[in-house]
T-cell receptor
Framework: EAQVTQNPRYLITVTGKKLTVTCSQN?????MSWYRQDPGLGLRQIYY???????DKGDVPEGYKVSRKEKRNFPLILESPSPNQTSLYFC???????????FGQGTRLTVV | AQSVTQLGSHVSVSEGALVLLRCNYS??????LFWYVQYPNQGLQLLLK??????LVKGINGFEAEFKKSETSFHLTKPSAHMSDAAEYFC??????????????FGKGTTLSVSS
C-alpha cells in the first residue's frame, strides 16, 4: 500500500529537549516536505527536499532542521523545542509537476 | 509569488443543500490546482486536481471544481451536502515548472459544517 508514515503520532516534550519526528514514504517520490498546521493559518511549509541531499527552506524554517540521506526518509529535527512549536505536523511526498502530494497521518507535538 | 485565498473560514449548510467553497489563487504562470479534505484527526486526502485538461474537474464523493482563468478562481462545489462531508477543506496551488522544487502552497482552510 502506498503510504507516508510519520512517527510518533503524539508527542509531549519539555522546552529545550531535542527531538526527531520521522517520515518515510514507499512510493519512490523525489519530493518531500514538512508542514505545520495551526488554527486559522492553514498549512505552512517548513522545509522541503527535491531529492537526496537536496533540501531548502520553506516559509517557516526557524527552529527546525531536516536531512535527506535516503530517498524514502525525511526526518524533522527540533534541536531545542520551544512552546511556539506546539503544532500539528505533516510530512508529504509527491512526484514533480502536477502530481498530488500524499500526506502522513500527522504528529501532534506539545512543548511545555 | 504564488498564493491562495479561501473566502470564508467557516461555511454551514443543511443536509441536501448546495456546497460552495471558494478559492482564488495568484500565480505568475499557469498553475496546477488542488482541493484536499481533512477529516478530524486524519491527514489530508486529495479530492480533485486541475492540471490543464478539462476546466471542470470531477473528484471523489461527488465534488467538482471549475478552473476559471479570467477570475483566477477554482471554487469547489457539491450539489447536495451529506453529513459525512463535514470536514476542513484546503485549496492548494503549485507552479508549472520542470523543476522538482516547486512548492505546494495551501490556503488557510474552510471548515464545512452540515446540519440535519
Amino acid at each position: 500500500e502506498a503510504q507516508v508514515t510519520q512517527n510518533p503520532r503524539y508527542l509531549i516534550t519539555v522546552t529545550g529537549k531535542k527531538l526527531t519526528v520521522t517520515c518515510s514514504q514507499n512510493m519512490n517520490h523525489e519530493y518531500m516536505s514538512w508542514y505545520r498546521q495551526d488554527p486559522g493559518l492553514g498549512l505552512r511549509q517548513i522545509y522541503y527536499s527535491m531529492n537526496v541531499e537536496v533540501t531548502d527552506k520553506g516559509d517557516v524554517p526557524e527552529g527546525y532542521k531536516v536531512s535527506r540521506k535516503e530517498k524514502r526518509n525525511f526526518p524533522l529535527i527540533l534541536e531545542s523545542p520551544s512552546p511556539n512549536q506546539t503544532s500539528l505536523y505533516f510530512c508529504a511526498s509527491r512526484r514533480p509537476g502536477g502530481h498530488e502530494a500524499f500526506f502522513g497521518q500527522g504528529t501532534r507535538l506539545t512543548v511545555v | 509569488a504564488q498564493s491562495v485565498t479561501q473566502l470564508g473560514s467557516h461555511v454551514s449548510v443543511s443536509e441536501g443543500a448546495l456546497v460552495l467553497l471558494r478559492c482564488n489563487y495568484s500565480s505568475s504562470v499557469p498553475p496546477y490546482l488542488f482541493w484536499y479534505v481533512q477529516y478530524p484527526n486524519q491527514g489530508l486526502q486529495l479530492l480533485l486536481k486541475y492540471t490543464s485538461a478539462a476546466t471542470l474537474v470531477k473528484g471523489i464523493n461527488g465534488f467538482e471544481a471549475e478552473f476559471k482563468k479570467s477570475e483566477t478562481s477554482f471554487h469547489l462545489t457539491k450539489p447536495s451536502a451529506h453529513m459525512s462531508d463535514a470536514a476542513e477543506y484546503f485549496c492548494a496551488v503549485t507552479r508549472r515548472s520542470n523543476q522538482a522544487g516547486t512548492a505546494l502552497i495551501f490556503g488557510k482552510g474552510t471548515t464545512l459544517s452540515v446540519s440535519s
